[in-house]
Every structure is written in C-alpha cells, then in structure tokens.
C-alpha cells in the first residue's frame, strides 16, 4: 500500500516541480521583457517638487549669468577691435564723443551685447536641460533641431543686418542732406542705432521657429498660414516699421520683405513637417 501511495503521488510530484519550473520560466521572460520599459518609464515618471523645481531654476540661471558675465569680459578685453567693425557699414563718417566718458560708456554697452551674442550657445543649453526632463520622447527628439534652427537663423538675421539694413540705412542717412551738412554723428547714438537693429532683426528671422512650434502644438496648420497672407503682408509691413530705429523707406521695406519671407518659408517648412 505505501507502495502504491508513492507511485500515486510520484506524478504529482514532477508536475508540480514541472509547473514551478514553467512558472520561474516565465517569470523571467516577463522581467527580461520588461524591465527596460518599467525603468525607463519610472524614470520619466519622476516628479519634482516645486522646491525642486525652484532650486533647478536657480542654478540654471546662475550658470546662464556666468556664461554671460565671462562673454563679456572677453568682449570688453577686445572692444575697440568690435568698434571699428561696427564703424565699418558708416564709412566718411566721423563719430564725435559729445559729452566726458561717453565712449567708455559705449564700450560697455558694445560689450555687453557682444557677450550676451557670445554666451548665447550656453544660455540655450542651460533653457534645454531645465525644460527636458518635462518634454516626452517625441518632444525631445524635436527640441534639437529647433534650438540648432533658432540658433543658425538667430545669426543669419544678424547678417543680413550688418550685410545689407545698415548699409542701406546709413547711405541714405549719408546722402541726404550731404551737400548741406557736415557728417559729424554722436558715437553713442550710433551704436545706439546699430545694435538695436542687429539684434531686432535677429529676434525677426525666429518666425520660421514659432510656426514650426505652434504647427507641433496643433495652434494652426500651413493651409491657415497660407489663408492669412494679406494679413501677413500688413504685419511684415508694421514690424518693419516698428523694429527699424531709423524712419527711411529703404530699411523698413528690407526688413519687411524678409519678414515676409521668412513667414512664407515657414509655410512651407510646416508643409514638410506633414502639418
């Protein structure tokens, strides 16, 4: 009878062995399986605190002033050399220093934007890891090429600036009046007007950027982009007039144009996005 009693529960035995056995089996499949995206997904599901939140912005910006502050004294090591490139597009000029330090003054304002144009690759870099940890997977693949877009239309905006608006504004400055009056300008407000136009019409050459982002977001598509034109054209025309400091035609209608453009080159660059 014991006999009988072993043989009976032998089987059982090996089956119950064989199931744990098929159960450690799957086990495993399920965690080799799973495991990368239980991981990946608890680290993007890390939260932060607003404390957190606060202390990243903190440090980001502190850094961000580093790299602008260390620009700067680069610049300034170096700012008669920029001064006399940016005297370049107003050439048979002679610039005047109308009140004491006035130049010194001009120094520091050259260098200041010269160091924040210099520091604005880490400036950038410093905005992308503050803001990465909150973007999704597909966000993040986008966020390179936006900033790498930014950035080159940024100092292409600059260049047509320096290349063609000022040239074109300082020209008809210069032959207006040049037979009646002696070109003799104020230092400071020339570099007064100089800067600001670089810099507006670099701030003007993102709008292929902000179609592309507001295309993501699903704001408006490239067919209501194309419907707005006329309205387009009117606000190139007003953008023009309100980002030139100078109130000849010339300036206004060049920076109007490439406001133009740019809109209508964003256009089709949300066209190719399949927006």
Same mark, same amino acid.
């Given at each position: 009878?014991?006999?009988?009693?072993?043989? %009976?529960?032998?089987?059982?035995?090996?089956?119950?062995? &064989?199931? +744990?056995?098929?159960?450690?089996?799957?086990?495993?499949?399920?965690?080799?399986?799973?495991?990368?995206? #239980?991981?990946?997904?608890?680290?993007?599901?890390?939260?932060?605190?607003?404390?957190?939140?606060?202390?990243?912005?903190?440090?980001?910006?502190?850094?961000?002033?580093?790299?602008?502050?260390? =620009?700067?004294?680069?610049?300034?090591?170096? *700012?008669?050399?920029?001064?006399?490139?940016?005297? +370049?597009?107003?050439? =048979?000029?002679?610039?005047? &220093?109308? %009140?004491?330090?006035?130049?010194?003054?001009?120094? +520091?304002? *050259?260098?200041?934007?010269?160091?924040?144009?210099?520091?604005?690759? %880490?400036?950038?870099?410093?905005?992308?890891? /503050?803001?990465?940890?909150?973007?999704?997977?597909?966000?993040?693949?986008?966020?390179?090429? #936006?900033?790498?877009?930014?950035?080159?239309? /940024?100092?292409? !905006? +600059?260049?047509?600036?320096?290349?063609?608006?000022?040239?074109?504004?300082?020209?008809?400055?210069?032959?207006?009046?040049?037979?009646?009056?002696?070109?003799?300008?104020?230092?400071?407000?020339?570099?007064?007007?100089?800067?600001?136009?670089?810099?507006?019409?670099?701030?003007?050459?993102?709008?292929?950027?902000?179609?592309?982002?507001?295309?993501?977001?699903?704001?408006?598509?490239? %067919?209501?982009?194309?419907?707005?034109?006329?309205?387009?054209?009117?606000?190139?025309?007003?953008? !023009?007039?309100?980002?030139?400091?100078?109130?000849?035609?010339?300036?206004?209608?060049?920076?109007?144009?490439?406001?133009?453009?740019?809109?209508?080159?964003?256009?089709?660059?949300?066209?190719?996005?399949?927006?």
């Amino acid at each position: 009878m014991l006999e009988t009693l072993s043989e %009976a529960e032998q089987p059982n035995d090996l089956s119950g062995g &064989q199931a +744990i056995e098929q159960i450690g089996k799957s086990a495993i499949a399920i965690a080799d399986s799973d495991d990368e995206p #239980i991981v990946d997904e608890a680290i993007e599901d890390v939260e932060m605190s607003l404390f957190d939140h606060l202390e990243e912005l903190r440090s980001r910006i502190f850094y961000a002033l580093i790299a602008v502050f260390a =620009g700067v004294i680069v610049c300034f090591a170096f *700012v008669n050399k920029i001064v006399a490139l940016l005297e +370049i597009p107003a050439q =048979g000029v002679k610039f005047l &220093q109308l %009140a004491p330090g006035e130049y010194f003054f001009v120094s +520091i304002k *050259v260098a200041g934007y010269s160091g924040l144009l210099v520091a604005s690759p %880490a400036i950038l870099y410093q905005i992308v890891r /503050f803001i990465l940890p909150g973007l999704t997977r597909k966000e993040k693949r986008a966020i390179a090429p #936006i900033v790498f877009g930014s950035s080159i239309l /940024f100092v292409l !905006g +600059i260049v047509f600036a320096y290349e063609l608006l000022i040239p074109a504004a300082l020209n008809f400055f210069i032959s207006y009046g040049g037979d009646v009056v002696e070109q003799f300008w104020s230092i400071d407000r020339y570099f007064e007007f100089v800067l600001l136009l670089l810099f507006s019409t670099g701030l003007a050459f993102q709008i292929p950027v902000i179609q592309a982002l507001l295309a993501m977001t699903g704001i408006v598509n490239s %067919a209501r982009m194309l419907a707005g034109w006329r309205y387009v054209v009117l606000g190139a025309v007003i953008l !023009g007039a309100v980002l030139t400091p100078s109130t000849d035609p010339m300036t206004q209608s060049l920076l109007a144009g490439a406001v133009g453009l740019l809109y209508f080159g964003g256009i089709f660059l949300v066209k190719a996005m399949g927006k």
